[in-house]
Structures are given as C-alpha cells and as structure tokens.
C-alpha cells in the first residue's frame, strides 16, 4: 500500500488530498514556499489520530512536517513534496482551567485569542501575546516559543509553560513538566520542546502557567524623536531607570511614515521616529509620569494619556504596521534581538546597511525587550540576492553586538544557514544529535533549523 492509502485506511476522511488545500500547505506567512506539494493534510482530532500517523511515517520513513495556523514567518510549517502535513489545529479542547492553580490544560490547535476570550471570565489570561493572537494557534506559538508586545513586563511562551505533551516521531506520548509551581525532577524536556519548531515531536497538550487580569488602569505615553537613534536611546533609558512598561513600541521614520499613509494620518516631520508606551496596574498612572520624565529628559516631545480607548488608538498604529508594510510590496520580516542597551548601536548598523545596498528597511522594535523587526521590501515573491545580502549583514551585526539571529520568529527554513554562525559548529552539531535521540529517522521537519550547512 502507499503512504495515502496506509494513511486513509487507518484515519478515514481526515485524510485531505484536496490540491488547493495541498498547496495552501506549501507555504506560512513568512511569503516562503516548499518546492513541490506535499502527500496529503491528516486533520488529526485526538492524540491517537496523531499517533497512528507518526507510527506510519515511521514504518515508511516518511517526513512529517506539522503545522499548526499557518502564521509562522519562518517557513517552519511549509511542506513539500514527499512530506505528509499533520495538522494540529482541529485539536481545540480546553480541558481544565484553575483558578486556584493558575493553569490551563488544552490541546495545541485553540488559537491564542479564543483561549484568553474563555479564561477572561474567571479573571485569568495567558500572557504571550503574539501581535497574530487571533490568527496563531497555541501549539504553534509553543513549537516557535512567541512572543509580543507585553513581554518585557509579562514574559513570553517560555516563561508561561509549565508542561507539554509530546508524540515522538515513533508514536510514542511524553508527558513532560508538571502541575506545580516548582519542579525540578530530572532535564527540563518541556523548554527544549518550546521553540523546537516541529523537530523534537508533535505538541498534543499544553499545561499552561496563567496570571489573573491585570487590575488598576493602563496609561499610554507617546513621545516623538528627531530620528530613530534618540528614540532607541530614550527607551534604553527607560529600563536603565528601572520602571517596567508594559509596552514600549519603537517605530522609525520609515515605518511612522507608511502607517501614516495607510490610515490616512498625518504626514510625520522627516525622520520622525516614536515611541508608544503602556503602563498598567495600580502603579500605572505614576508609572507614566516617570517613563514621561525620562522621555523628555531624551529629547522626546511627549503626550500622556490616561484614557484607555485612546489608549487603544495610539497603539493601532503600532499594530498597523503589517499591512503598512504589505501596501508596500512584498516584505521579509527580520526579527534580530540584541540587549537593550546595545539598540542605539543596531540602529546605527541598520543605517549603515541601508546606505550600503541603498535600501529603505522600514523598523519597529519590541523596545522593551531589545527585539527589531527590520522590514525588507521587495517585488516579486522571493527576496532578491542583495536582499539576502542585506539580510546576512543584519544578523552579523546583531550577533557581533550580543544578540541573536532571531528573538521570536524561530529559524525554520529562512535562517538555517545562519544557525551556526550563532551556535558555533560543537554547539550546532550537539543539538542536532539532540533531535536525532527524540527523531533518530530524522523525519520531522527534515531541511528546517538544522539543515546540512557549508
Ligand atoms: C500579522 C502577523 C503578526 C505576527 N506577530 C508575531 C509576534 O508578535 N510575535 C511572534 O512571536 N510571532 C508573530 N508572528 C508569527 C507567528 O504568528 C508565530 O510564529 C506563531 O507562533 C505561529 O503559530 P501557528 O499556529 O501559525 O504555527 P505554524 O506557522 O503553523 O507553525 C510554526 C512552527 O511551529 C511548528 N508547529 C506548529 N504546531 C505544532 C505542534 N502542535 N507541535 C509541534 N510543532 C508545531 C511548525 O512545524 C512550524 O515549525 C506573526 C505573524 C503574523 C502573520
């Protein structure tokens, strides 16, 4: 029998060989497409839906490449041809919610919002907050470890995951983590599997770690700078004098100026660059005077609000800026992160990149965390040479300033042949060994985060 045919006769009509379907599965939303269509889409429902496919692919050494929304930037979820796609995302359950314990236990496929939408009326919420919560699913914010905008303050899946559930490749169920607050019985395999991005096993649970709703109000602060360096120079001064926002959003001159165009605001002064920072709790009004202070005190022109709806609106700016960009043309979205001292100098980098391939590279930044979101936009579908280019020059100037290639994007298919560049070759080769004692077939996700490199 063939591998479609193993598959339908034991999961039935799960079993999706639809081609438009097919080609959907060829690519996320990082504009990336897999060469060829893949096999078939199993739709699995229930962890023994997941099981018999992993049992399959094992017997016929086929690839797996699991999939979860579809939102991912790094092509992790793309799959090709010869590759069985496992979907996760009919898997929705939420099976317990506890308030006394913090914790939610759900399946992988509940996207982000739907699942803060339940835990709200118990006074509770899962704080990653990636800007695609309505879109992304659960498992796939844990297999890529997500962040957002609430980070710095809140954390991201890394800090909110107190166990997983795992199928390995060869069908068999982990249950790693635990219930309770601490726990330190033998590795810690739950935060090896966060961010794993569909190489380790399939994510079938979650016990999630919850916090109850923020109370007290949330004061916004915007201020404006005569360029980006001083904006990033302001924000850094922000967490140097200790006060912890819960937001704090830089946006360059580039950036301000197409979601100015986009909504129809505006146009900024050139070069114009802002920051747009929320405090909460019941600290939150005093919380804001201080960031203000700070803010003029670094050449910033600031305006604090205490009215939450406005709140919103200043920060629907920020939130504009993916559509911003998609007006533009196709865009690469980089995601290199460096410590939040060192941003002033990344800004510097960025300039110097752009003048160097005379590019326009349109830049926001999670400031609060150290975390740029470089835009590159370009015609067509693949980024051209000098794009990638460009792009090599950014994630060696990150890492050369301490940072990382990528703060919460994950590697998937688009940066793996910078992996080793930022691990070195011992580390690069050790981890790899790591996947192949949960994979030793090597069928999940083969070609992502670790593929063969010069
Ligand atoms: C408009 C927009 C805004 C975004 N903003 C943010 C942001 O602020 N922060 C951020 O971190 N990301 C952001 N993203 C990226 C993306 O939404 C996240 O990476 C998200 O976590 C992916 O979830 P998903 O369900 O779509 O996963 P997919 O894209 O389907 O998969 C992503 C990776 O996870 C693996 N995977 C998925 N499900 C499972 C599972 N059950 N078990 C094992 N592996 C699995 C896949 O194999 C793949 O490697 C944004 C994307 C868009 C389009």
Not at 187 to 201: P, Y
Not at 206 to 213: E, G
Not at 352 to 373: F, M, Q, S, W
Not at 396 to 416: D, P
């Amino acid at each position: 029998m063939t591998v479609i045919e193993q598959l339908r006769t034991a999961l039935g009509d799960i079993v999706d060989t639809d081609p438009v379907a097919l080609e959907t599965a060829r690519s996320d939303r990082s504009g990336h497409a897999a060469p060829g269509a893949p096999l078939a889409i199993v739709h699995a429902q229930t962890v023994e839906h997941v099981q018999q496919v992993c049992r399959i692919a094992t017997a016929t050494h086929t690839p797996i490449v699991v999939r979860g929304a579809g939102t991912g930037l790094a092509g992790g979820a793309n799959a090709g041809a010869g590759e069985i796609v496992l979907s996760t995302a009919r898997m929705t359950a939420v099976h317990e919610i506890r308030a006394d314990d913090l914790l939610a236990v759900v399946e992988p496929g509940i996207l982000n919002a739907d699942l803060n939408e339940l835990l709200a009326p118990h006074g509770l919420w899962w704080a990653p907050d990636p800007a695609s919560r309505s879109i992304s699913t659960v498992g796939g914010n844990i297999a890529t470890g997500a962040g957002g905008l609430l980070c710095a303050k809140y954390g991201v899946v890394r800090d909110a995951v107190l166990g997983i559930d795992l199928v390995l490749a060869d069908g068999r169920l982990l249950r790693l983590g635990h219930r309770s607050v601490k726990g330190v019985t033998g590795l810690d395999l739950t935060s090896l599997a966060i961010g794993s991005e569909g190489t380790l096993g399939v994510i079938v649970g979650a016990t999630l770690k919850l916090r109850r709703l923020v109370e007290g109000t949330t004061c916004t602060v915007t201020a404006t700078f005569s360029g980006v360096r001083a904006a990033a120079a302001a924000s850094a001064a922000v967490t140097a004098a200790g006060i912890q926002p819960a937001i704090m959003e830089l946006m360059d001159a580039a950036s301000l100026a197409a979601v100015a165009a986009l909504l129809d605001l505006p146009a900024p002064p050139t070069g114009t660059a802002q920051l747009t920072i929320q405090t909460d709790g019941p600290a939150a009004v005093a919380e804001a005077d201080a960031v203000a202070a700070v803010l003029a005190a670094n050449e910033g022109a600031v305006q604090v609000s205490h009215d939450r709806e406005e709140g919103e609106r200043l920060l629907a700016i920020r939130r504009s800026m993916h559509p911003a960009m998609a007006a533009l043309g196709t865009t690469l979205i980089e995601d290199v992160s460096v410590p939040r001292s060192a941003m002033p100098a990344m800004f510097d980098e960025i300039a110097r990149i752009e003048r160097e391939y005379a590019l326009t590279i349109p830049t926001v930044a999670h400031a609060g965390d150290g975390n740029l979101h470089p835009n590159f936009i370009f015609e067509g579908s693949v980024p051209p040479p000098h794009v990638w280019a460009a792009a090599d020059e950014l994630f060696r100037s990150a890492i050369a300033l301490g940072g990382t290639l990528t703060g919460e994007h994950g590697i998937g298919v688009l940066k793996s042949r910078w992996l080793a560049d930022e691990l070195g070759e011992d580390q690069w080769a050790i981890q790899r060994e790591i996947t192949r004692v949960f994979d030793p077939l090597g069928i999940l996700n083969p070609g992502k985060v670790f593929a063969d490199h010069a």
